[in-house]
């Protein structure tokens, strides 16, 4: 496998999102979460309980997910999330619509967020790349209807020259397949292409499996590493190191 070279020329960086560039710590283990949801329900006119909520959403992952790992086993599937809060809204007996449903889901993640914020210098470091002509790109494992109002509510919609959420490519990282679908889209070279991101395997192994190199940032959000870091990666402290490790800016 290549190493990573110094002062290499990268055309295009991909970033990770959270734990990468946003600080963030979502809680919907609680109880009092779900009580919490359980009256954002009754403001519909749907009067479920809060242990029912919780059990049909946690059960309704499982069955999404085992059913997409069965249909796609070679790969890394992803689901949507949008049906479970269509189903909630049908079963509290309320004639809803899809916006409805979004509206819902969207008040969901806001009532679970314990932290949301970006890490210093993350914005000022996509804005510097793209003021030296560098693109920028979100590649995310990410809930579609959680993450781009986060995105836009963070002031960071703006600064990608494109995104893709695993979500929509019923794909997520390690899966190669899920960063070819980026590549493809917007028509990167990989020999100019370098990701950046917080997590070993999703970030690092999975970019050296779909043939780019990689920045690895060790945050509070990251899983114990499980395995040497790809040849082609290096580890750097902060987002703002990215800058000064191979952005060359000439």
Same mark, same amino acid.
């Given at each position: ?33 779900? *009580? ?12 479920? !309980? ?45 004639? *809803? ?51 781009? !109002? ?30 070819? *679908? ?26 050296? *499996? ?12 990251? !899983? ?27």
């Amino acid at each position: 496998m290549k190493s990573l070279e110094n002062n290499k020329y990268y055309r295009n960086y991909l970033f990770d999102l959270y734990g990468t560039l946003v600080d963030i710590h979502t809680d919907e283990r609680s109880d009092e979460f779900w *009580a919490e949801f359980q009256n954002e329900l009754e403001k519909y006119g749907a009067a479920l !309980p809060a242990a029912w909520l919780r059990e049909y959403y946690e059960n309704s992952v499982r069955t999404m997910e085992a059913r997409a790992r069965a249909a796609m086993p070679e790969g890394e599937p992803e689901i949507d999330l949008l049906p479970v809060f269509e189903a909630f809204l049908k079963e509290g007996g309320i004639g *809803a619509t899809t916006e409805d449903a979004v509206k819902l889901a969207e008040r969901f993640r806001m009532l679970s967020i314990r932290k949301l914020q970006l890490f210093d210098g993350a914005a000022e470091l996509l804005k510097t790349l793209r003021d030296h002509g560098r693109k920028v790109y979100l590649l995310s494992n990410a809930q579609t209807i959680f993450t781009r !109002p986060e995105l836009r509510a963070l002031g960071l919609e703006e600064l990608f020259d494109g995104t893709l959420l695993s979500a929509e490519a019923g794909r997520k990282k390690p899966d190669s397949l899920f960063y070819r *679908a980026l590549l493809d889209k917007y028509g990167l070279d990989p020999e100019e292409t370098i990701m950046v991101g917080n997590d070993d395997v999703a970030d690092c192994h999975g970019a050296a *499996a779909a043939g780019l190199d990689s920045l690895y940032i060790y945050t509070e959000q990251s !899983p114990k590493p499980v395995k040497p870091l790809p040849e082609n990666c290096r580890q750097i402290a902060c987002i703002a190191d990215v800058f000064d490790t191979v952005a060359n800016m000439v």
